[in-house]
């Protein structure tokens, strides 16, 4: 798979400072946005994808520098051409993918997620996310999930991880449903595609 995708991929000035507001004003920061991810932005997600791991919460398996390298050529190909490589009846299909991530303006980036999809039709599959560790403990993992919801609003949004760390409590936050839990402590979770979106605002806040 990582021969294919290095086939497939090969190989401002200086501003003014603003001027300071006037006294007795206060400009309120504007919360935090969803975006679509940078090139630059990926080395965030695999150091939470291996942080994930060593606590046996990842989706993938990190063992070694080459399946680490996959999946670094894998969100490349998200990011220059919108489609995730999955591997079907050990086949490899072009499905759809997004890799979104949240941040204030300019700023550092708060989170990140990856979703995927065989096609318009299908329900979205949130494959990852995450929080920053110096962002952790402020909420931010559902206003991640609720701007998903709202950036993909019209589609189910569905995942699947295991009922340990923080991320449940987060899906739950954000109006997802958890929809079956298997042997292992494997939960299902869904959001559906209609919602009540100031509701779901609220409960964010």
Known sequence: MLATLKRWLGAAPATAPAEAPAAGTHRAEPPPALAPAGEADIALLLEAAQRAEAEG??????????????????????????LW?????????????????????????????LVCRRDDEAAWQLRFFFIAPEWQGRGHGARLLLAARRELKGTP???????AGAAPASLEAAGFKRMHVDAGGVASFEAPAQWNDQRERTRGA
């Open 85 to 113: 490589l999955q591997r079907e009846a050990g086949q490899v299909a072009h499905w759809q993918g997004r890799l979104l991530a949240l941040r204030h303006g300019d700023g550092p980036v708060l989170g990140m997620l």
């Open 157 to 163: 949004l569905q995942t699947r991880l295991p009922l």
């Open 57 to 82: 919460l990842s989706p993938w398996v990190l063992r070694d520098e080459a399946r680490l390298e996959t999946l670094r050529r894998s969100l490349e190909f998200v990011v220059h051409r919108g």
